[in-house]
């Protein structure tokens, strides 16, 4: 009982700048970025804009919250952008093949049980096997897109009308639906990763696997939920795709599995796990997502965006790498 004591609270965190510091700045950050952007372009500054920038980062958003559940473990998960493909083509190829409101239903359904099944492959091999993240989730992500291009060899298909309302409708024609829903996700988890044993022994993981089994965490289980978990979540994003493009295509996620770490490094969570917080992620992928809206009214190059997320990406790392040295002082 005394080892749990004392080992708690170096991965709860008591200290405000422990935790906090970077959640903060990266929130004051998107904040001010979001008010000098509606200063400078009158275009950016419309009620319609606010909320296409919601909805454009919303999966991004969902995907990054299973990408930030796994580096607090101090993993990592390459196969998430597969995974969006794979559920987009597979809800798409549902709802094409029934075009009732049944079939809708049951593609919500099977799809999100196919994104949990997915997590739960890599999720084996890295906690039961004990084989390196990385080289799995790379392993694993072919295996999904090989899965999705048997599904859908070229894009299209088609969703169910009501499906598609859902996701598109907006309150007061202005604040949309994948609002409430981001809020709702990250409220849950906030609560997940900060008042519950599992979020503990997540945090507790990411920050010293061995003193994690000293202290009695079953860490093969945590990692095996965390990586189930982020699959999940993954198919939460491909589902909003499928009624965001109204179709079914395997290149899709191609872009979320860098812009899901970027999101999560740039929103705080350090890549040697333990710290960070679902509302800093969430800003994260609004920022990418704003980096992009910002280098395209200024009709910068594609391939310059490229240059320009990377860049995003390595200073966050950088800034993180810093935070890690000040810690261990």
Known sequence: MNKKKTALPRFRGADFSYRYFHQCFIIAFTVIAIVIMSIISDSFRTVYNYGNLMCSAYALMMVAFGQFLVILTGGIDISVGMMVSLTNCLSVYIMTAMPTATGAMLAVIITLVAGLLCGMLNGLFVAKFRLPAIIVTIATSTIFKGIALILMPTPGGTVHSAYKSFFNWKLAKAVPMSFFLAVIFIVLLVFLTNKTSFGKSLRAVGGNESAAYGTGVNVP???????????????????????????????????????????TVVGGTLMTGAVGEAYGTACGAIIIYLVNSVLNMLNISTYYQYACQGAVLIFALMVGSYETRHRER
């Open 221 to 263: 289980k945590i990692k095996f939920l965390a990586y189930t978990l982020c699959g999940f979540l993954c198919a939460v994003g491909g589902l909003y795709l499928s009624a965001r493009t109204s179709s079914g295509d395997t290149s899709i996620g191609n872009t979320y599995t860098v812009y899901s770490i970027s999101a």
